[in-house]
């Protein structure tokens, strides 16, 4: 049975790709995911705010208070290799790529318009297979109207799309007013692919301390249901791929976000809970399901239950309680 | 284009240049102010840089100067080419050594930053004390008198003593030199190439020891040979001028630039010469012209190679003309016949005179000077009144310029008003602030007009001594011609003030020339900055028709997102208004400085700093002037009309920056100097400050507790206090001890620096609105006015009863009055809340010797010392020795205390029957737990056996009577920093606890050489970037506490007070009870770290959770009782290692410069906190088992050990 698909220009060998974790943190790490069967590895984000926010704070640190005493010219070594900006990505990213045969797809995060470009440029030259655009943000700013907030990120993707040679996903958050529309603008930007979803960083409180802390969970598989919706919404609809991104534990998580129209699985929490077998075994499962329930091909299951093709094509578009309303008279009428 | 390529640096930079290149080892030590050229060798090395020989030289930081220099020996003996840089007492510690090295012809070259060594009092500023003081140990001593010629004559140095194997000290005035920025031509790689003799070089190494040549050097030898063995040195010594004079000629031809032991400047039929060393010799030069001008017959005389004294030389240098010399020393020796450089010219015109080679018919006439001694200034008016001495009938022959001497009249008269002339130079001062940036700005506009232009261009930088919200003065002269002024500025053509409210405080326009243009910046619009300026400045403006500018150069940086930074915005806006570059290019050439200082640090740091210079000209306004003054408003009285006489006649002298004004007769001979004298400086430094909310707080006294300024405090007082202000806040006091009674926290909005530490470490906060604690930052425009009516009606109230406190802990501590306020200590110092807490518990009976380093600048640097007196005039007795021999010198305080109390009771035990007081004698003798309530008993009973004493007629009553005080105990504690501690004080500090004299020893541990600029200790933690570990320290700290602990009878605590701040104050109780040596390490955050010290305390917390700084305690009274006398109070392992590191730059930095190597340290960290409990713990099961006398295996004695058994 052939499981090869394929995912921003590229060949995968299956579906199971190493999403963008800790887990690729290390050349050693993303090494034990290949073996483990992953079938391309997106690496974390390079976060250009990150990289900025680091930056200050270390500029603060060596010059605030130089050339402020007679005694002393600075109080931290004045080192001229102590380098703020994308180089250690960069160097990870081309190890990552001598160290492994599968492609390896970085991930951005920018804030700034000319930090995205410069960034995208960046690490298409330093040799990405693929780029993941992490399009992260809480709209906080109640001067901006989601079509300001939309049109700042289509402008995004299209200046990058144009920038770079590789091919580019986008990753997004569900909480879009009209999400279609919003993918559908996506694409014509540019977009080779939409990953659905993003996972956010989720405020808690110290009721100790009445401080708020934050903290990210890993997801289990009942946040996949929101990702099926919008996946068998969306697939089909040109030649955009879809990959799904959260919630996915299982083979049978995997064969419904396919069956939806993922061309891509993206694993993490399973892989940093189970390690990185985890791909082999998944991608086993997934053959054997096929096989067992009489699919000729991974082409002909991924989609199939989307919302052009499945029976029940307006059961992606209602909400609850309607579902809930006609099952109860259902079994009146029964 | 130029033709001849130039370069702009400091005397330091140049020198070091030169050093590096020509040496294969380095041991250096850091100190004030040659510490920048061990440094840059060490980066250097650290970037790889090869020297002329094409290895990279090894740079070690060593545990003090005297292990330096025998590092540095060590390596010259073996064959290498060494050098080592130093200063003041750090050259003393190197004496011993330095006389091996000369006595066994050691080709050695030390630079020499030369400073002031401390006598009555430390000073780091520049004269030749330290290196008058290494004359007789024989090595050649060789000055350079400005930047240039520093590099210079480094470089002919090291030739030098290649040829004729005599080591050279060679020297230039620290600070006015070492510190000088200043543009000069550089000596290439092949240059040097060119002049090393690579033979001398060969048979140097060829000389070393090596068992494949095996010799013995350092014998020791009998009378029969010694004297005559070192005789047999002097062909050597006496080859030495040749050598020098060989490798100036050969210097000369390389580099056009020429050089002799002595030169001569003046009229060639000069009468009056003046003899001068160092960087004085270009002021006496200038004024020399500005007289031979004017047709008087005078010159100068610049001793270049003082030893050896070449005569011949000199009487060669000097015109045949020649009447009257005077020599100028820039040392002290009492009780000499004159100064050393004084001294040795007269010897020579005798000795030339002897040997006929004299050229002047009649003996010239010598009188001996002293100046610039402690960095103080040497002006041509100083030189120009050393001429009219000379010129004078009978001249003095010993005198002082440049200061007034009213004790013994030696000092000559000097027209402060005096300037030469200065055609085609722009001279400009800035006035900044440590923190903005000022200096770095500066020193980038004189290497963008050195080094892009023809002109020449000189900085000097002028900071005062406080560490945070500290002015800086920078002076920059610009010329299309040469110059040499090392003197400051004294009418500037171009005023910047970069901080507005330093026109209150300080004469900013004292310096200003008529006509001159003053850029202001301030938050105000241009047409109302006038009217905000106080009266006295208004006026000053109008009479020297000054040209004013202005900018709200904090909104500027604001916006451009370079917080208070405005460098760079000033900087535009000086070059825009002094027109010393076409402002495109200079705009250009700054944002390419930017580029090229910030490039690797950040896109985004380039860009802001981009947009600020984009934004200064749009803001940069020109202010209208009024005819006449307008405000209302005058100056601020520096100080309160309150303060005591001695504040008011000196120490406000001296805050006004007049110092150089007084009188030697204003000063005490001895270096006594009152204490409480900060309280007097208001320095109003913080840009917001602590409010306290009465109705939130939970009087816990934490917020008190970890102010390093001691400028927010709790007071308990008793409501009927009717006086208070209406609004003053207070809550009823949470306690029972006082009654009925109102506590109120109440800030000092003058002293507090706005640090945030207080609100931070606040716990309290309101219910409804917890963004609201007990108490908030607000800016302090808001509500000074009304905190400094609260805080003057605080002080006001009594102070609380210290016998009624009835728990000294973290809430009770802090009731008590701190004796340390209001230091110079940097914003959320970590070090300051032990020191103040330490003067809370026992202040009114301590005696303090502290090490140099940071605690002894911000405790003891005038013009204002924090240590303070109670409402009795008690409080902390405080003296610094040095910085190696603390220890030592605190043990001495205690065995004095110990003595003069002995004799104390010895009197009273004899007086006891004369006194008729038994019960009172009885309680004054007898043991007691010094409890404040026991202590407040015995004062009292001191009192009453003064009263009974001054009945007695005897004099042993009378001695008694003033020993009487010693019957109360005293507190005597031995403070300093990790440096002396962990490193060049260990020997003595290991030495004393190995004693059992009830010493205290608190160690402020920073964990790097904060006061010299952070290099790296014995305490400096595995993976922590600090200077001489720039990437990262490859080894752990030193467990102090742990060897310590190993004597057994000494108590040991580790403390973090932002951690565990009731394990501190406990700690330091216990400490103080032990009746044998106590030594406390404690956690304190620092600059050096590399993080806002807001967050000092919660990087404790991680730091003693993490288990890097564990907390415990070892009391050997409780291993007598059988118990396990140590008590780990913490069990770490509760936050990973990594996630403390990650915190701060120091560790930061190595992960940005090696990730690999991060990771390694992060895991080593991890694994030796992990190691350091295991052993702790350990050590914490041990019960030393209980042997009474006569219980022992073998009978009744211990077996003797050992072949005397």
Aim: overall charge negative; aromatic content about 8%.
């Amino acid at each position: 049975m052939e499981l090869t698909t394929k995912y921003l220009g590229l060949r995968l060998a299956h579906p199971f790709v190493a999403g963008a974790s800790p887990a690729s943190d290390t050349v050693e790490r993303c090494v034990r995911l290949e073996r483990g069967g992953a079938a391309a590895i997106v690496l974390r984000s390079l976060f250009e705010e990150q990289i900025d926010r680091d930056a200050l704070a270390h500029h603060q640190a060596e010059f605030g208070h130089a050339d402020a005493h007679h005694e002393a010219r600075s109080y931290l070594p004045m080192v001229d290799d102590c380098v703020f900006g994308p180089d250690e990505y960069l160097a990870h990213l081309r190890e990552v790529k001598r160290a492994v045969s599968v492609p390896v797809i970085a991930s951005l995060n920018g804030y700034t318009h000319g930090g995205w470009l410069e960034y995208a440029r960046t690490l298409d030259a330093a040799g990405a297979d693929a780029l993941e655009l992490n399009l992260y943000a809480v709209a906080t700013d109640p001067g901006e109207s989601g079509d300001e907030l939309e049109t700042r990120a289509l402008a995004i993707v299209q200046a990058v799309r144009r920038a770079v040679r590789m091919q580019v996903a986008v990753k997004l958050s569900p909480f879009y007013t009209s999400l279609a529309n919003f993918a559908l603008r996506l694409r014509q930007a540019g977009a080779d692919a939409l990953v659905l979803f993003n996972r956010f960083f989720e405020p808690d409180l110290d009721l100790e301390q009445l401080q708020v802390t934050t903290s990210m969970e890993l997801s289990d598989s009942r946040e996949l249901r929101l990702r099926l919706r919008w996946l068998a919404l969306l697939s089909g609809q040109g030649d955009c791929g879809l990959a799904v991104s959260g919630g996915v534990h299982t083979v049978r998580d995997a064969v419904k976000a396919i069956l939806c129209g993922a061309d891509v699985v993206q694993v993490v929490a399973a892989t940093l809970r189970g390690g990185p077998d985890v791909f082999g075994q998944l991608r086993d499962g997934l053959w054997r399901w096929i096989e067992e329930n009489g699919y000729r091909s991974l082409g002909q299951m991924r989609g199939s239950m989307n919302a052009a093709r499945s029976p029940d094509p307006k059961a992606y578009e209602r909400v609850n309680y309607l579902r809930a309303l006609q099952t109860w008279r259902g079994e009146l009428d029964s | 284009m130029q033709t001849t390529p130039t370069i702009t640096v400091d005397g330091n930079e140049a020198v070091a240049s030169v050093a590096y290149r020509l040496s294969e080892v380095a041991a250096i030590y850091p100190i004030t102010p040659s510490s920048t050229m061990g440094e840059l060798a060490d980066e250097w090395a650290a970037h790889g840089r090869p020297n002329l020989f094409g290895t990279v030289p090894t740079i070690v930081e060593m545990q003090s100067e005297g292990g330096a220099a025998g590092t540095v020996h060590g390596a010259l003996q073996t064959g290498t080419l060494a050098t080592t840089f130093t200063a003041s007492q750090g050259l003393l510690l190197m004496i011993p050594t330095l006389y091996k090295v000369v006595g066994e012809l050691l080709p050695f070259v030390m630079h020499v930053a030369a400073r002031t060594v401390a006598t009555h009092a430390l000073s780091i500023f520049g004269d030749h004390g330290d290196v008058m003081a290494v004359r007789q140990t024989g090595a050649a001593l060789l000055c350079s008198a400005n930047v240039q010629e520093a590099q210079d004559l480094a470089c002919i140095a090291h030739l030098a003593t290649l040829q004729c194997r005599v080591p050279f000290v060679h020297f230039f005035d620290g600070f006015r030199t070492s510190h000088e920025v200043r543009k000069i031509v550089p000596l290439a790689d092949d240059d040097l190439r060119a002049l090393v003799d690579v033979e001398a070089v060969a048979a140097h190494r060829r000389r070393a020891l090596t068992p494949d040549r095996p010799v013995l050097r350092g014998s020791a030898q009998n009378p029969d040979v010694f004297f005559q063995a070192r005789e047999a040195q002097n062909p050597f010594h006496r080859d030495c001028v040749r050598a020098t004079v060989a490798a100036m000629e050969r210097f000369a031809q390389r580099t056009g630039r020429r050089y002799a032991p002595f030169a001569y400047h003046g009229h060639a039929e000069a009468e009056r010469i003046a003899v001068v060393m160092g960087s004085g010799s270009a002021c006496v030069r200038a004024v020399v012209d500005h007289l031979v001008a004017r047709g008087e017959r005078v010159g100068v005389l610049t001793v270049r190679l003082f030893r050896p004294f070449a005569v011949d030389a000199f009487v060669g240098s000097l015109p045949p003309s020649v009447q009257r010399l005077a020599v100028l020393d820039r040392t002290k020796e009492p009780g000499a016949v004159a100064e050393p450089l004084c001294l040795d010219v007269m010897a020579a015109l005798r000795r030339a005179e002897q040997a006929g080679t004299a050229t002047w018919t009649k003996s010239p006439q010598v009188v001996g000077g002293r100046f610039g001694l402690g960095g103080k200034e040497f002006t041509p008016a100083m030189a120009l009144a050393v001429f009219a001495a000379l010129a004078r009938e009978v001249p003095p022959p010993e005198f002082t310029v440049g200061i007034t001497d009213d004790v013994t009249g030696l000092s000559l008269p000097y027209d402060r008003a005096f300037e030469l002339p200065r055609a085609g130079r722009t001279e400009a001062v800035f006035f900044g602030l440590g923190a903005d940036g000022t200096v770095g700005a500066n020193k980038s506009s004189i290497k963008i007009l050195g080094d892009a232009t023809e002109m020449h261009a000189q900085g000097f930088f002028v900071y005062d001594s406080k560490k945070s919200g500290a002015m800086t003065v920078s002076h920059l002269r610009f010329g299309s011609e040469p110059f040499d002024a090392p003197w400051l500025i004294g009418r500037a053509d171009f005023v910047a003030c970069h901080q507005f409210a330093f026109l209150d405080r300080y004469g900013v326009l004292d310096l200003a020339a008529p006509g001159a243009v003053l850029l202001l910046a301030a938050p105000f619009p241009p047409e109302r900055l006038f009217d905000e300026l106080p009266r006295e400045v208004q006026e000053r403006i109008l009479e020297l028709r000054l040209r004013v500018y202005t900018i709200d150069a904090e909104a500027v940086a604001r916006a451009a997102g370079v917080g208070g930074r405005i460098n760079t915005i000033m900087q535009v806006c000086f070059f825009a208004l002094s027109r010393v570059l076409p402002v495109d290019e200079a705009v250009r050439r700054i944002k390419e400085s930017i580029q090229k200082s910030y490039d690797k640090k950040g896109d985004e740091i380039v860009r802001r700093n981009f947009a600020a210079v984009d934004q200064a000209l749009q803001h940069l306004h020109a202010v209208p002037l009024p005819g006449v003054a307008t405000a209302t408003r005058c100056r601020p009285e520096t100080v309160a009309a309150a303060a005591p006489e001695f504040v008011q006649r000196v120490t406000a002298v001296m805050l006004a920056g007049h110092g150089d004004e007084l009188p030697c007769s204003a000063f005490p001979p001895d270096g006594t100097w009152p204490t409480d004298t900060a309280r007097w400086e208001k320095r109003a430094i913080a840009t917001a400050v602590p409010v306290w909310d009465a109705s939130i707080c939970i009087q816990c006294n934490k917020c008190t507790l970890m102010c390093p300024h001691a400028a927010i405090r709790a007071k308990v007082w008793q409501p009927a206090v009717t006086s208070a202000p209406a609004d003053f806040p207070a809550a009823p006091f949470r306690g029972k001890e006082f009654g009925e009674a109102n506590l109120t926290i109440q800030v000092a909005p003058d002293d507090c620096t706005g640090c945030g530490l207080c609100v931070q470490i606040c716990p309290a906060r309101d219910k409804g609105n917890p963004r609201h604690k007990a108490i908030d930052m607000t800016p302090v425009r808001e509500v000074r006015d009304r905190e400094r009516a609260r805080y003057a009606f605080f002080l006001e109230l009594p102070d609380v009863d210290r016998a009624a406190v009835a728990k000294l802990d973290v809430k009770g501590s802090q009731l008590l009055r701190p004796l340390f306020e209001y230091s110079g200590a940097c914003a959320g110092c970590g070090e300051t809340p032990y020191l103040k807490l330490l003067t809370q518990l026992f202040g009114d009976r301590l005696l303090i010797a502290n090490a140099t380093g940071c605690s002894s600048i911000y405790g003891g640097n005038l013009p204002t010392t924090p240590y303070a007196k109670d409402a009795a005039g008690r409080g902390p007795a405080w003296a610094n020795s040095l910085f190696e021999d603390n220890a030592e010198f605190g043990l001495g305080f205690r065995l004095s205390v110990d003595m003069l109390t002995q004799r104390a009771r010895k009197l009273l035990r004899a007086l006891a029957p004369l006194l008729d007081a038994d019960a009172l004698v009885d309680d004054l003798l007898a043991e007691h737990d010094r409890t404040d309530a026991w202590i407040d008993a015995q004062r009292r009973r001191v009192v009453a056996l003064r009263q009974a004493l001054a009945a007695l007629p005897h004099p042993e009553a009378q001695e008694l009577a003033e020993l009487a005080d010693h019957l109360v105990p005293k507190s005597v504690w031995l403070v300093g920093g990790d440096g002396w501690a962990f490193d060049i004080g260990f020997g003595g500090l290991d030495h004393v606890l190995s004693m059992h004299h009830d010493v205290n020893v608190l160690v402020l541990d920073t964990e790097v050489y904060s006061n010299t600029g952070g290099q790296a200790s014995k305490a400096t933690p595995l993976g922590a970037a600090a200077k001489f570990a720039s990437r990262g320290k490859a080894v752990d700290k030193k467990d102090l506490g742990l060897m310590a602990l190993n004597y057994g009878h000494v108590y040991v605590a580790s403390v973090a007070i932002g951690a565990q701040d009731a394990h501190t104050v406990r700690v330091l109780r216990e400490a103080e009870a032990h009746p044998g040596p106590s030594l406390v390490i404690a956690y304190s955050p620092c600059i050096a770290h590399g993080y806002d010290l807001v967050f000092g305390a919660d990087q404790q917390k991680r730091a003693v959770q993490s288990g890097v700084w564990p907390l415990f305690r070892y009391d050997p009274k409780v291993a007598e009782r059988g118990e396990p006398p140590l008590v780990v109070d913490t069990v770490g392992g509760a936050v990973p290692v990594a996630e403390y590191m990650r915190n701060e730059a120091r560790f930061r930095m190595v992960e940005r410069i090696d990730p690999a190597g991060f990771r390694r340290y992060a895991l080593g960290a991890q694994q030796a906190a992990a190691r350091r409990m295991a052993t702790y713990q350990h050590i914490a099961q041990l019960r030393f088992p209980s042997v009474a006398a006569g219980e022992t295996k073998h009978g009744a004695e211990p077996a003797p050990a050992g072949p005397e058994a």
